[in-house]
């Protein structure tokens, strides 16, 4: 199976004035959001500019029946059986190209409904469509659930290797 992330709303190269709760946040700039490789928090997904348009990750992964329900493993895949979840994380790229982060959100697949996951497993396919601004305006942080994030199973394209 695979997991693909379309994103929409992109909250810009920039944070604007008040788009944290606390004033001594410094300003970030030339932000971009990555999917962080597990266990490797230094390998990081296919960096988009958060001026982009739109942004999509797609994530290798396997599934296997678990007492609780469908389990998802794979290498972009975080968190325990039962508490699954996949991370965004926003960061700062300098001029030599250097990812520096400072806030992260949790696309928490324990959250995917059971007949949906169940459904990508068989489809091979399971997308989440969310928007990346908060309500500050500022890089979307936290735990991600639906309705701020919408999980659909679809039916699964050939990878470009197969």
């Known amino acids: 199976m695979r997991i693909r992330i379309d994103a929409v709303d992109?909250?810009?190269?920039t944070c604007p004035p008040g788009a944290f709760a606390r004033d001594?946040?410094?300003a970030y700039r030339n932000?971009?959001?990555?999917?962080?490789?597990r266990d490797r928090p230094a390998e990081l997904l296919d960096p988009k500019p958060c001026d982009a348009a739109s942004a999509t990750w797609t994530l290798a992964?396997?599934?296997?029946?678990?007492?609780?329900?469908?389990d998802v493993k794979g290498p972009y895949v975080q968190g325990r059986p039962g508490a699954r979840f996949v991370y965004l994380?926003?960061?700062t790229v300098d001029d030599s190209g250097t990812f520096t982060m400072?806030?992260?959100?949790?696309?928490?697949?324990?959250a995917v409904p059971a007949d949906v996951l169940d459904a990508a497993a068989l489809t091979g396919l399971?997308?989440?469509r969310l928007g990346l601004t908060d309500m500050r305006g500022g890089p979307l942080c936290a735990s991600v659930v639906p309705p701020r994030i919408?999980?659909?199973?679809?039916?699964?394209e050939p990878a470009e290797n197969e």
Request: glycine letters at 10%.
């Open 10 to 13: 992109l909250p810009g190269l």
């Open 24 to 26: 001594d946040v410094p």
């Open 31 to 37: 932000i971009h959001v990555v999917v962080q490789r």
């Open 61 to 70: 992964c396997t599934t296997a029946a678990s007492p609780g329900g469908t």
């Open 89 to 91: 994380s926003w960061g």
């Open 102 to 110: 400072f806030r992260r959100a949790k696309l928490m697949l324990d």
């Open 126 to 128: 399971l997308v989440g």
């Open 150 to 156: 919408a999980w659909t199973a679809e039916s699964a």
